[in-house]
């Protein structure tokens, strides 16, 4: 039986997101606590129990300069005993129905592996957006840095912080975009995972993973003027060897510079196109992956 989740399946999605990604049960049980609503989870039951769910957050594309409701398709699982039977199939059709229903435009995705961009690909998703990643050494950070740049005291600013982000991406039109509260999530998401987030003048950002040797910028929000000042923080608060940016495709920093790659799929939902959004370098980024 398939339908919406209930506030009293939490202990049960928690144990699936558990099985099926091996996360501590810290991780699911803060996403539950703080980002879920039942309305935006979808389940599959058998025997009163859940064994199958896909979450379609509320987002936006931006579309020729302005937005469109959407989702992004995020923590689809299903038991291992349960797989193979087309239970996700058929949870992301009813997801793209009740998207629909409710109003959005677009599904969007980010494939963790190959094989899941052949799995969405057979579900009507198509590869869509990009990222460019550049690759520095610290010494080559550290030439675009700012040598004066203030002490990194900044207050939270979540709207402020999103501001930033929706500016960057004012030009690449089918980019993905977060309301403060999820854009909140989204960064909170990946604080529970680990990640380090930097930010600096201007209300400039960067979101960091940091490895043995290398540091990788899974998303950095600066304009030509604070981008200095960004450099030196992460060089300051996330030293590294190395370091890896993803750029949205058009970012004016290091030009000439890195590889562009694949980085999420969409769904147009209600008969529409991708191509209706005049897409121009779509950028995904803040997926929580």
């Known amino acids: 039986m398939t339908g919406f989740a209930r506030w009293e399946m939490r202990q049960e999605l928690s144990l699936l997101w558990q099985q099926c990604f091996g996360d501590p049960k810290g991780f699911p049980d803060f996403f539950l606590s703080h980002l879920f609503s039942p309305r935006d989870c979808l389940v599959t039951t058998a025997k009163e129990r859940v064994v199958s769910a896909v979450y379609l957050l509320p987002a936006k594309i931006l579309s020729d300069g302005k937005t469109v409701p959407a989702h992004y398709i995020f923590a689809a699982a ?10 996700m199939l058929s949870l992301l059709k009813r997801a793209a129905e009740e998207g629909e229903r409710r109003g ?25 957006f990009q990222v460019r990643r550049v690759k520095l050494s610290a010494a080559e950070l550290s030439k675009t840095a700012s040598l004066d740049s203030p002490p990194n005291g900044c207050q939270p600013d979540w709207a402020g912080w999103n501001r930033c982000r929706t500016k960057l991406l004012a030009g690449n039109s ?11 999530g989204a960064v909170s998401m990946s604080l529970v995972y680990g990640d380090q987030f930097v930010c600096a003048e201007g209300l400039s950002y960067a979101l960091c993973r940091r490895g043995k040797t290398q540091c990788d910028v899974l998303e950095a929000a600066a304009d030509q003027h604070a981008f200095p000042s960004l450099a ?9 060897e190395h370091y890896c940016f993803r750029f949205p495709i058009g970012c004016s920093f290091f030009p ?7 980085f999420g799929m969409l769904k ?18 803040l997926g929580m992956d």
């Open 232 to 240: 030196a923080a992460v060089l300051k608060e996330a030293p590294a």
């Open 174 to 184: 089918g980019s993905l975009l977060w309301n403060d509260r999820m854009f909140c």
């Open 78 to 87: 299903t038991m291992p005993g349960f797989r193979s039977r087309g239970l």
């Open 268 to 285: 147009g939902l209600g008969g529409r196109a991708t191509g209706d959004v005049k897409p121009y370098h779509p950028y995904l980024g």
């Open 256 to 262: 000439g510079k890195g590889t562009v790659e694949r």
């Open 104 to 128: 959005d435009c677009y599904s969007a995705v980010l494939p963790a592996d190959e094989g899941l961009y052949r799995f969405y690909a057979a579900a009507g998703y198509e590869d869509f």
